[in-house]
């Protein structure tokens, strides 16, 4: 079970590879490839007893954020709608648009928030263990 977590990310980032196997007209497209985060941290999957994927589709209202808050585990995101502007406790900001995927930052203190006209819809991907929160302030 502590292999799943890294199961699924290598099927999620390899998928080049395995796209050989499809058949003809299942149409491949990589969101993502990478080895960091959004700030260049170096992506480490963790090693749980009890390894749990949560995959959660999350709306920011016009003018909401979601809090300062941080991840000690691996989280990746797909803008589904909207403009996500992401500031980190290091005051650098990052907006990530409609059709973009990225590697949320670890174990540092980072606020999304829409200032945008619409909705902000994403899906995130936590890398995570069964029974532990996907943050913390």
Same mark, same amino acid.
């Not at 149409?27 to 749990?52: C, H, M, R």
């Not at 606020?111 to 819809?121: I, L, S």
């Given at each position: 079970?502590?292999?799943?977590?890294? %199961?699924?990310?290598?099927?999620?980032?390899?998928?080049?590879?395995?796209?050989?196997?499809?058949?003809?007209?299942?149409?491949?497209?990589? =969101?993502?490839?990478?080895?960091?985060?959004? %700030?260049?941290?170096?992506?480490?999957?963790?090693?749980?007893?009890?390894? !749990?994927?949560?995959?959660?589709?999350?709306? %920011? !209202?016009?003018?909401?954020?979601?809090?300062?808050?941080?991840?000690?585990?691996?989280?990746?995101?797909?803008? =589904?709608?909207?403009? =996500?502007?992401?500031?980190?406790?290091?005051?650098?900001?990052?907006?990530?648009?409609?059709?973009?995927?990225?590697?949320?930052? %670890?174990?540092? =203190?980072?606020?999304?928030?829409?200032?945008?006209?619409?909705?902000?819809?994403?899906?995130?991907?936590?890398?995570? !263990?069964?029974?532990?929160?996907?943050?913390?302030?």
């Amino acid at each position: 079970m502590r292999y799943f977590s890294t %199961i699924v990310l290598s099927l999620f980032f390899c998928i080049t590879a395995i796209s050989q196997q499809y058949n003809k007209g299942a149409i491949v497209e990589i =969101l993502l490839k990478t080895d960091t985060t959004s %700030i260049g941290q170096k992506i480490n999957y963790p090693q749980f007893a009890n390894s !749990e994927v949560t995959i959660a589709k999350i709306t %920011i !209202e016009q003018g909401a954020s979601t809090g300062w808050h941080r991840h000690n585990i691996p989280v990746f995101a797909y803008i =589904l709608q909207g403009v =996500l502007t992401v500031e980190i406790e290091n005051h650098e900001t990052k907006q990530f648009t409609t059709g973009t995927s990225f590697p949320e930052v %670890i174990n540092t =203190l980072h606020n999304g928030t829409n200032k945008g006209f619409e909705n902000v819809v994403l899906i995130a991907f936590y890398l995570g !263990e069964k029974g532990k929160a996907l943050s913390s302030k």
